[in-house]
């Protein structure tokens, strides 16, 4: 059998990037981060995760570009899981063309993400009608659909989606299940589009606007459902049948 792909994930420690990472020696890739010197100092319990997994911690930041390149050099495969700024991954392409070594780029487009941390018992917002459908996606199975595309042929250069389809549903139906499992209705409070956009904009703080703008998107806009794949798109659910996903219906289960 063919030697899995090394494997440099930049922005590991980050929301999203700390479970692709993890994924990576699950899937038996030789896996690498790259962590900046100051977080190494600081030697949080997440690099202590990964030092448990296996994963090599390799000290540098995009700023210092001698130490990207000389990350980059030592893999077959780079992740990116940074925040989405343009010129941020502008720098990890310049060092891969650099070294001129690496199979695959697979840059930070891990989105959307409005996210449900704890669900409520008695009251909750419904965005809008209600009835705009949404996918779902926890964060372990994001990295483990992104390490398996690593060395898989039929996802080089495209768009690779995941939608579960037990987790594809609305607002609505989402409550409807949660009341089901704690056998209680709850108070709905109807938002609607023109109080989510008056909220936006006069949110003055960039992260809680940008938040509020990504919801509009999902759940007003229905921007995670509202087109068909193309030629150029794959759906990790069907392509990776070996990997149970969690289901919205299992995840909330935890907080009963």
């Known amino acids: 059998m063919a030697s899995k792909s090394k494997v440099l994930v930049i922005g590991a420690t980050g929301y999203i990037g700390r479970h692709i990472a993890l994924a990576g020696p699950a899937e038996g890739h030789p896996t690498f ?37 000389a990350a980059v050099k030592q893999v077959d495969v780079v992740i990116s899981a940074i925040s989405p700024n343009p010129l941020d991954q502008l720098k990890i392409i310049e060092a891969i063309k650099e070294v001129g070594t690496i199979k ?91 109080d989510m956009v008056k909220q936006i904009q006069e949110t003055p703080d960039f992260n809680s606007s940008l938040f509020q703008a990504v919801l509009h998107d999902v759940v007003i806009q229905g921007a995670q459902c509202n087109f068909d794949l193309g030629p150029n798109d794959v759906e990790a659910t069907t392509l990776y049948l070996d990997h149970k996903y969690t289901s919205a219906q299992e995840y909330l289960a935890r907080f009963l």
């Open 33 to 69: 981060v790259l962590v900046r010197p100051s977080t190494l100092a600081s030697n949080p319990p997440v690099l202590h995760s990964f030092q448990a997994a296996g994963i090599t911690l390799l000290q540098g930041s995009l700023e210092d570009y001698e130490s990207l390149v």
């Open 104 to 194: 695959r780029f697979i840059p930070s487009e891990f989105g959307n993400d409005p996210g449900l941390k704890t669900p409520p018992r008695d009251k909750v917002s419904i965005n809008g009608s209600g009835d705009v459908k949404f996918i779902s996606v926890l964060e372990e199975d994001v990295g483990a659909y992104t390490m398996k595309t690593v060395d898989d042929p039929r996802t080089l250069n495209k768009i690779l989606h995941i939608r579960p389809s037990a987790n594809i549903m609305s607002m609505n139906s989402l409550v409807e299940m949660w009341e089901r499992m704690i056998g209680k209705t709850l108070e709905k409070v109807t938002v609607t589009e023109e």
